[in-house]
């Protein structure tokens, strides 16, 4: 035996009769749609359900795994307290997800933790009305790159595998949390937009196209769900599977998306995963002399901890002129560091993209040193930045034409432009003073410049 079903579920707590106190009836689609799963997973008599939540232990860099005996839980918080849970955890495959990744090199354990989270309680409500007795497991996210989510959900299928025990695995997450004006977080036009895509996605089974979603994109649609549906396909990596679409509704603001996958048979193991990883390094192949200039010197350092000289066949333009400059590193689609200068610290770009990719590698606060093993997964950019200029008023800005400079006192912030995600004025300016640590509310002057931008 080995995984025998898979589901996509939201976890909204109003559709829990008790909770929702007669409001759930706004949904009613999604609870029957629910109510039809949970009978599924009941025919299917699993001896385990793997539960993967986005409000289950949650960390940067390191993905969690139900490490207690036993777990319980209520609504309480949600003023039904008389609702409880009281689970065993499926300790023996628990251990041995957490041996495949201690093997793997793969930053996930157990971690005793006895309570249970809504993102949990809400499927397993449903669950248990069909189904009594079974043991469970719980999965928290990380927000390491898709490709690691994915990567966990291979794990996970590969210690399902090995112990041959019948398992079906729940994907708890909503959509984006920004569909209406009058939901409780506003609306945003990437909510729709969103909703529209991932149902298109997961009610084709189509999950490569999970780790093509920009992570910009996915903050601002505001979802919660992305990576543990991205776990989830990794569960399935190498099956070829039946998809079920059951419904949809953005009733209350928020997206609740329901759908069930039957894996029918077996593919070329792991063939997408590598072929995706293949995709990405081709992808980061590049012909631009700046970026193969900062590549090279990041690869020297990191292996050999050796900062290069200028090569000898530099061009003129990277040797006579000067400018400042930023090095951005992005690894999987996420930030891996990016440091520079917004003016010319050397005699010329060649050096001052030199020193900033070395910085940019293993001084960026926000992270940990970039490592040898990482470096065929990098994307580089070379920002090479105009001489600022003093602007009057903000209505001199552009995000997409022109970076920020803001200063107050001796504290200084700077924002390049173009960057995904940042579409107003107000936002470059609101994060460049973050950046900087000035209030919202202290004044700032303000200076432009341009860059030429090097991918």
Not at 156 to 182: M, R
Not at 227 to 233: D, E, P, Q, V, Y
């Amino acid at each position: 035996m080995a995984l025998i079903g898979s589901f996509m579920v939201p976890h909204p707590p109003l559709i829990v009769p008790e909770v929702g106190k007669g409001s759930e009836h706004q949904v009613d689609k999604t609870i029957l749609s629910y109510q039809e799963i949970a009978k599924e997973i009941a025919i299917l008599k699993p001896e385990t359900i793997i539960i993967s939540s986005p409000h289950a232990e949650y960390y940067s860099d390191y993905f969690y795994i139900s490490g207690s005996n036993r777990v319980n839980g209520n609504f309480s918080s949600f003023g039904a307290s008389r609702v409880t849970f009281a689970e065993e955890i499926d300790i023996e495959l628990a251990k041995e997800i957490e041996r495949i990744a201690k093997k793997e090199d793969f930053p996930c354990g157990c971690i005793e933790d006895e309570t249970l989270d809504h993102g949990t309680m809400v499927p397993l409500y449903f669950i248990r009305k069909e189904l009594p007795k079974c043991k469970i497991i719980i999965v928290g996210l990380s927000t390491l790159p898709l490709i690691d989510n994915y990567h966990f959900g291979m794990i996970i299928k590969e210690a399902v595998n090995k112990l041959n025990k019948k398992v079906v695995f729940v994907s708890s997450g909503d959509l984006s949390h920004k569909l209406q004006e009058y939901g409780p977080y506003g609306f945003s036009k990437e909510g729709p937009i969103y909703d529209e895509r991932i149902i298109d996605t997961m009610s084709k089974a189509k999950f490569n196209e999970l780790l093509e979603y920009d992570e910009y994109f996915l903050e601002k649609a505001a979802e919660c769900g992305h990576r543990s549906f991205t776990i989830m396909a990794g569960t399935l990596d190498g099956l070829d599977v039946n998809s079920k679409f059951l419904s949809h509704e953005d009733i209350t603001g928020v997206g609740y998306g329901i759908c069930a996958f039957y894996p029918k048979g077996k593919n070329i193991e792991r063939e997408f995963y590598n072929k995706y990883l293949e995709k990405i390094i081709e992808k980061n192949k590049s012909t631009d002399e700046y970026v193969n200039l900062a590549r090279k010197t990041i690869e020297e350092y990191i292996s050999n901890n050796k900062k290069i000289e200028v090569p000898k066949d530099t061009s003129k333009e990277l040797l006579n002129n000067k400018a400042g400059v930023f090095v951005s590193i992005h690894k999987l689609g996420k930030l891996r560091g990016c440091i520079g200068t917004f003016l010319p610290t050397t005699e010329s770009i060649a050096k001052e993209i030199i020193n900033n990719a070395i910085s940019a590698a293993t001084k960026d606060p926000r992270f940990s040193p970039i490592t040898e093993d990482e470096i065929k997964y990098l994307e580089i950019n070379v920002d090479v930045l105009s001489i600022p200029e003093h602007i009057n008023s903000k209505e001199e800005l552009d995000p997409k034409k022109y970076g920020v400079i803001v200063t107050n006192g001796y504290r200084k912030g700077l924002l390049l432009p173009d960057l995904d995600g940042i579409d107003t004025v107000e936002e470059q300016i609101a994060i460049a003073k973050r950046k900087a640590n000035i209030l919202k509310n202290e004044e700032v002057s303000l200076e432009r410049f341009s860059v030429v931008r090097h991918e």
